[in-house]
DNA sequence: CAGTGAGCGAGCTTCCGCTTGACTT
């Protein structure tokens, strides 16, 4: 009898499965999507009733092919896609494409890939579900007009020429980092003082002993000092001591998305380069599958997690936990990410071992006892004015799974620097010295900027994107430079620093670094007038909420409560009116900003979008006199940027005098600050600021990279801005920025040629790119 | 690339969500 066949998506899992269930299945994988909506238009017709046209995409045409081939000559054809909307529609387009009849081919699902549960997952098939199909063709539709449709608008409303894009998820993604940058920008920093008093004494036993207490918060610096003040020739004692036990319980095991932030948190790591190694340890057996929201654990996962910490701390350490996601928009088609084998500790994967090494220890501290606290709050009186100080200490009584690991924080997440020390034995009465009493300055702070990782938690939380589309979707948005993931160097800021020790008060003034910022996320100009631009047209879409509330339409879909075309339908009428209306009606993006007369020529100075991004402009093109324009430096912003900072920007370029009877000027290319002379153009190290330099500093760097160039030169055809140069491999020819060969025979008389001769060398070479040697060996 | 930078516009671009290989020296 010929073999069942069985299709999963990822072809690790076919190759388990095969191994599980024996003679009786062949087990192959679709890899994913096998049919999507056409790909160069919108791929619906919307006039019939927005029924879809589907392809088989260049790229799956191959896998199709296979499975079409081994499903003629199979014996029953049996679906395991994921179980999740997207995996029954998976199943539903292998029905279509495969010819398989989907009222009765047996469907099952399993959530995680063991003996046992995929036994019984082929004991008790059932058939497609098709509401939960068709709850999938709705989000597919849906999310191809919204951007279809929202796209072509910004191509036509932005005079940048660049491949804009619109979704339903890249731009509430940019949303997010734009009000974030926004709330920074208006955020006013409260300064306060903190006291904090340094004590010595004596413990039961007469051994010395010192700690620090922290008392109120004055808002101002002479109200902290009157405390001070009021403070001098206090007598200390202990009022009382409080001690209370408390726990710390263990995080959930790893999802897709805690996984990118911790790793982005304890490792440094990118979500793509994480998402790339959980990838090859996924394919080398090392874990179960990485893109999951679930956070539940398999049974035999759980058996062999805690064998595996009775084994390595004991009995005691383990305790088992049933985990729930919190999250609503979870579709939980798969496990938690964990070790495959937890006696495992080392992988062989480059690079991959760090990553390994954390889902290891966060699955084995998911199953370990709670950590057991003891938090001890003592008050200390002051004499004097009867106001109190309070010392925290906290003490580990049982480690439980804090032995192997401890979560990371993530920025704003930071509480006030919390006291984890011991504080030593001290009994209430007691009387201490006061060493020193501190009232420092401290700052409110802005909230955070989003990194790649707290992004997407952000996103999660919102019910935004799935597991496997987190990564892309930063990847997106940063490669449509709506955002810059970049550094940023923090400000000097000054503090004041009131100290009293002995009675005697003393006012210092000391300076921090201030708003440092690593590998953060930052809204570009074009992020920022994009957004403005789409939430006034269109508020709906770009809602936090939106996904959310078209995802409990999916629901009822799902649920068989709903149709799915007029769930489409209701949203499709008012947007596309939205749409029309907007494409006539609105002006073009320009994010224009009026920021002050100049006062040369007493016209407007304005910051906005130009063709080549973010300017500034001194006058209109209707006036009698030529506008000048300047584009903006890296860190500026058409919103921040300040009137002087404009006017700065026009000092370039700058004619710095003559040299050799040539001017030598000074200016900012696309590719960085450059001097110019005699029609060459000489780049400027970043040693010399471009504002600054003269031009004594100017002549010597053009005369080293002149002679540096002149080595090179072989001959330059000026007006068609055409040279031969020498190269390592010979002569060639340099065009813009591109190079051209010159052929091996005509090498030792290039000098001579004709700018007839090497035009024709160019037209040869773009009418004869060097060809892909393909060679496929013949056995 | 480059002493500019607008706008004009031919013809181009684009979504989200599933999955992995791969044109070449």
């Known amino acids: 009898m010929a073999k069942n066949l069985l299709i999963v998506e990822s072809p690790a899992k076919a190759k388990t499965i095969e191994k599980i269930l024996g003679e009786d299945f062949e087990v192959k994988s679709c890899f994913g999507h096998i049919r999507d909506l056409e790909k160069d238009d919108m791929g619906i017709d919307i006039k019939n009733n927005f029924m879809p046209r589907y392809i088989v995409p260049e790229d799956k045409q ?44 047996k469907r099952i699902v399993f959530h995680e890939i063991t003996k046992p549960a995929i036994q019984s997952a082929v004991k008790n098939p059932r058939l497609l579900d098709l509401n939960l199909v068709n709850a999938q063709q709705a989000r597919r539709i849906l999310d191809r007009i919204v951007g279809f449709e929202l796209s072509p608008i910004l191509w036509r409303k932005m005079s940048m020429r660049s491949n804009l894009s619109a979704g339903r998820v ?19 920093s409260v300064s306060s003082f903190k006291v904090t008093a340094y004590f010595t004494g004596k413990d039961v036993n007469q051994k010395s002993i010192s700690f620090k207490a922290e008392g ?47 790793a982005s948190r304890k490792l440094g790591y990118g979500v793509s380069k994480t998402m790339l190694l959980a990838q090859k340890l996924y394919e080398a057996g090392h874990i179960t599958y990485m893109r999951t929201d679930s956070v539940s654990l398999g049974e035999t996962a759980m058996n062999d997690i ?13 305790q088992t936990r049933k985990f729930k996601n ?49 938090k001890t709050i003592a008050k200390i009186s002051i004499s004097t004015n009867g106001e109190t100080l309070t010392a925290q200490g906290e003490v580990l009584k049982f480690e439980g799974f804090l032995k192997v690991y401890r979560e990371g924080k993530d920025e704003d997440e930071e509480e006030e620097e919390n006291n984890e020390s011991m504080l030593p034995p001290i009994t209430v009465g007691q009387s201490l010295t006061l060493k020193e009493m501190i009232a420092m300055e401290g700052f409110t702070r802005p909230p955070a900027r989003y ?20 990564a892309p979707t930063i990847s997106t ?53 994009v957004t403005d631009f789409l939430v006034q047209h269109f508020e709906n879409v770009m809602d936090y909420g939106f996904t959310a509330k078209i995802e409990g339409n999916f629901d009822e879909i799902a649920h068989g409560k709903m149709k799915w075309n007029s769930m489409v339908g209701e949203f499709y009428t008012p947007f596309k009116t939205e749409v029309d209306n907007t494409m006539e009606t609105a002006e073009r993006i320009k994010g224009e900003r009026e920021i002050g007369i100049d006062p040369a020529s007493s016209k407007k100075v304005i910051a906005r979008m130009g063709r080549y991004g973010p300017m500034v402009q001194i006058g209109d093109v209707s006036d009698e006199i030529k506008p000048r324009f300047a584009k903006l430096k890296q860190d500026q912003s058409i919103e921040t940027i300040t009137f002087d900072a404009a006017m700065e920007l026009f000092k370039l370029p700058r004619n710095l ?48 990279k002149r002679t540096a160039k002149n080595e090179r030169t072989v001959k330059v055809f000026e007006k068609e801005k055409i040279q031969i140069l020498k190269g390592p491999y010979g002569l060639y020819l340099k065009k813009g920025l591109k190079n051209y060969p010159i052929p091996k025979e005509q090498q030792d008389t290039a000098a001579d040629l004709t700018i007839e001769e090497v035009k024709q060398m160019i037209e040869y070479a773009i009418a004869n790119p060097p060809k892909k040697t393909s060679r496929k060996k013949k056995s």
Request: glycine content about 4%; some cysteine.
């Open 451 to 470: 990194t790649e990782a707290s992004l997407v938690k952000k996103l999660e939380e919102l019910g935004i994107g799935r597991p496997s589309t987190y």
């Open 326 to 374: 919190k999250n609503e928009s979870a579709q939980e088609a798969h496990e938690a990410i964990r070790p495959t084998y937890m006696n495992q500790s080392k992988v062989d994967i480059a690079d991959g071992q760090k990553l390994y090494e954390l889902i290891w220890k966060r699955t084995m501290a998911s199953q370990m006892a709670d950590a057991e606290l003891e």
């Open 216 to 262: 109120a918060k004055f808002s101002n610096v002479s109200d902290a000092e009157k405390f001070l003040e009021s403070c001098k020739s206090a007598i200390y004692k202990v009022a009382d001591i409080q001690v209370k036990p408390a726990k710390k319980t263990p995080a959930a095991p790893f999802t897709t998305s805690t996984l990118q932030q911790e």
């Open 477 to 529: 948005i940063l490669k449509r430079t709506y955002v810059e993931k970049r550094d940023k160097e923090g400000t000097e800021r000054k503090y004041r620093v009131l100290s009293m020790s002995n009675d005697i008060i003393k006012n210092k003034q000391e300076s921090e670094t201030t708003g440092t910022e690593k590998s953060k996320l930052f809204p570009s100009d074009l992020g920022l007038v």
């Open 62 to 105: 191959k896998v199709v092919k296979e499975l079409k081939q081994l499903a003629k000559k199979s014996g029953e054809v049996w679906l395991a896609t994921d179980e999740d909307r997207e995996g029954e529609a998976i199943s539903w387009h292998l029905c279509e494409v495969l010819g398989l009849d989907p009222v009765t081919t």
């Open 306 to 318: 805690t064998a595996q910490i009775s084994t390595a701390y004991g009995k005691n350490f383990v």
């Open 170 to 188: 890249q731009s509430v993604a940019v949303r997010i980092i734009v009000e974030r940058e926004r709330e920074i920008n208006t955020f006013t």
């Open 657 to 704: 005098g003559t040299f050799e009877d040539q001017d030598v000027l000074v200016s900012i290319g696309k590719f960085g600050p450059y001097i110019s002379h005699n029609k060459q153009f000489y780049s400027l190290s970043k040693d010399f600021d471009p504002y600054v330099i003269n031009l004594e500093e100017a002549i010597p760097i053009v005369e080293e």
